[in-house]
């Protein structure tokens, strides 16, 4: 009898309460997680925040013309809603890099949510088809810093640079054109998403120089 109360003692106490545990926790989309699920960093108004989210495999390729029509219809619908502004975008042939300011983690974890649900809508009824579409959470990387902000606009309005793209001028699948930030290049009118409030987004990241046209992106300010 002595025996068996104490295997089972055993046996109970072999994921003690509080303590993390082996398979555990929320679940990724697919056969491993493409972002860590830890709890994101706390954000505040002033910080500028770089993100990328990713397509399923075997999708099609995002810079279509017209697939771009619909999924810029949907980043401008949902560019400024519970406290989140999407402020500069580029499309790539299997994800999208974003720019964007929030009031706080929540703001940002609503805003995008509700943008990616649009993009997901958008994407399928062009592809008529249904399912998911997005591969996995989107990672996000706090700006805090000028050169992160300038390096980060690079990364995203001339990411077409980096895969490849031979591009003249602004890549057309960005908010390139709206973009009043380019050495003698002035931007469209009626710019179709947010504008950015931020001292860093506004001010701070021209002290180091406003962009070029050619300039290719440097490494991003976090991996993506």
């Not at 056969?31 to 999708?59: F, I, M, N």
């Not at 001339?158 to 057309?172: E, M, P, T």
């Not at 002035?186 to 506004?202: E, G, Q």
Request: charged share 30%.
């Amino acid at each position: 009898m002595a025996r068996t109360k104490a295997r089972t003692s055993r046996q109970l106490t072999i994921f003690p309460r509080g303590g993390a545990r082996k398979g555990a926790g929320r679940k990724p989309r697919g056969e491993r997680a493409l972002v860590s699920h830890a709890q994101r960093p706390k954000l505040t108004p002033r910080d500028p925040v770089l993100v990328t989210t990713r397509l399923l495999p075997g999708l099609p390729n995002l810079r279509r013309e017209r697939t771009l029509v619909v999924l810029r219809e949907a980043l401008s619908a949902g560019a400024d809603r519970f406290g989140f502004r999407l402020v500069e975008y580029s499309i790539q042939t299997n994800h999208l890099h974003l720019i964007a300011e929030a009031e706080d983690e929540g703001s940002i974890a609503r805003g995008m949510q509700g943008l990616l649900v649009r993009v997901a809508k958008a994407l399928n009824r062009a592809w008529e088809r249904r399912g998911r579409v997005l591969s996995d959470r989107y990672h996000a990387r706090i700006l805090r810093t000028p050169r992160d902000v300038r390096t980060a606009l690079v990364y995203v309005l001339q990411n077409a640079r980096k895969h490849g793209a031979r591009l003249i001028g602004v890549d057309a699948c960005s908010s390139g054109p709206w973009f009043d930030g380019w050495k003698g290049r002035a931007p469209k009118d009626a710019r179709p998403i947010s504008v950015a409030r931020s001292w860093l987004l506004t001010t701070g990241w021209r002290r180091r120089g406003l962009l070029g046209t050619r300039e290719a992106p440097a490494m991003p300010p976090a991996r993506t």
